[in-house]
Nanobody, 116 residues
Framework: EVQLVESGGGLVQPGGSLGLSCSTS????????MTWVRQAPGKGLEWVSS????????TYADSVKGRFTISRDNAKSTLYLRMNSLKPEDTGVYYC?????????RGQGTQVTVSS
């Protein structure tokens, strides 16, 4: 069974930083690209960033480019998202996601609130 567990969210002031982690199990982590998505209050899911299985290539939404950094540790089967210069509009629930054998999987999410 694919399991994704996000952690690291919290309340931070504008301009602050947070680091999210996604611990995984139930699939061969190093074989799969991974993705972070988020959902702001009252809105749909928004793609944030993706990373290839090796970690060699990363992509970012324009809204987070230059502020967020996605990374992975294949030895630990863990995905990360480093978020700097946070803005109130970054507030939302952050999920890590993977598609395994044609099925999409997400964790339970971790809440990030950016507010003074």
């Amino acid at each position: 069974e694919v399991q994704l567990v996000e952690s690291g969210g919290g309340l931070v002031q504008p301009g602050g930083s947070l680091g999210l982690s996604c611990s995984t199990s139930g699939f061969t982590f190093w074989r799969y690209p991974m993705t972070w998505v988020r959902q702001a209050p009252g809105k749909g899911l928004e793609w944030v960033s993706s990373i290839t299985n090796s970690g060699a290539r990363t992509t970012y939404a324009d809204s987070v480019k230059g502020r967020f950094t996605i990374s992975r540790d294949n030895a630990k089967s863990t995905l990360y998202l480093r978020m700097n210069s946070l803005k109130p509009e970054d507030t939302g629930v952050y999920y890590c996601a993977v598609t395994v054998s044609g099925s999409d999987h997400r964790g339970q999410g971790t809440q990030v609130t950016v507010s003074s």
